[in-house]
Nanobody
Framework: QVQLVESGGGSVQAGGSLRLSCAMS????????MTWFRQGPGKEREGVAT???????SYADSVKGRFTISKDNGKNTLYLEMSNVKPEDTAMYYC??????????????????WGQGTQVTVSS
């Protein structure tokens, strides 16, 4: 059973930094996209950053230059380094995995597995 477990969320002041982790138990499942999504209060779930099987990173415009996605293959862990955070970054953050390569990475419907989420709250 594939499992994705997020950690690292918390409360941070605007301008600060936070690192989210997603521990992945894949059991032979080989995702094409490994992605961080977020869902703020009253908002739809949106793609934040993705890392493809070939280590190509893509970001939502709203986080470009502030967030960095990476993966430690030895630890099977996906990371999201968040810097210069803003109150509008407040959301539940989820990691997700998809084997489909012909999808728009930022759309939640293309994903097979999801973690339970970790809350990030940014105060001004």
């Amino acid at each position: 059973q594939v499992q994705l477990v997020e950690s690292g969320g918390g409360s941070v002041q605007a301008g600060g930094s936070l690192r989210l982790s997603c521990a992945m138990s894949l059991y032979g499942y080989s995702p094409y996209y490994m992605t961080w999504f977020r869902q703020g209060p009253g908002k739809e779930r949106e793609g934040v950053a993705t890392l493809s099987r070939y280590s190509r990173a893509s970001y939502a415009d709203s986080v470009k230059g502030r967030f960095t996605i990476s993966k430690d293959n030895g630890k099977n862990t996906l990371y999201l380094e968040m810097s210069n955070v803003k109150p509008e970054d407040t959301a539940m953050y989820y990691c997700a995995a998809s084997t489909a390569y012909a999808v728009l990475w930022y759309r939640p419907s293309g994903y097979d597995y999801w973690g339970q989420g970790t809350q990030v709250t940014v105060s001004s």
